[in-house]
């Protein structure tokens, strides 16, 4: 009789050290969420000519936090407006990122919104334009070689916007921020 307690007493020990184990692990390999930084926007600070195309670019600096999962990147849509108006959109491809690297994706350029061309470029010149960006994408997280499922994340941030047409402000980048959830 008195074994078979010693050994239920045994065997509930390990099961306890085994689900301590497992919440460590959980805890130390949970996956957190990339960051976003715009860190260089440039738009032409005045439109002269109403048949002129204008086109505005940027640098989208993306940072995987985590030292022990590479990040999956479905195709990243960007979404910028102004007030309420689309001022343009622009798709970054797909790629990969490596544990705990930073990627640098620059865009050439983003076609203007005809429409919404004439305001922009007259806040610009007064140095009071603020963008509305929108982020959003899948990503999949790879630990241990193994994939997780996909998730949907949103990201938003304001950019605002100088009479020189570069962002405003000392320090000169703007931090997305996502969405509870």
Known sequence: MFQTKNFYLWLLQIIGLLGLLALCLWLSLRPKKPNFTITEFSIPTSVSDENQSASFKYVLVVKNPDKESSIYYDDILMSFKYKQDMVGNNTIPSFDQGKDKTTNQVIDKVDVNPKVRGA??????????????????????????????????????????????KIKGKKKKVKLHGNKG
């Not at 960006?133 to 949907?152: A, E, F, G, N, P």
């Open 120 to 165: 922009l470029a007259k806040a610009v010149s007064n140095g009071t334009a603020e963008l509305n960006v929108d982020l959003s994408t899948s990503i999949q997280y790879k630990t241990w070689h193994v994939k997780s499922k996909h998730h949907k994340i949103k990201f938003q941030g304001v950019v605002p916007i100088g009479a020189d047409g």
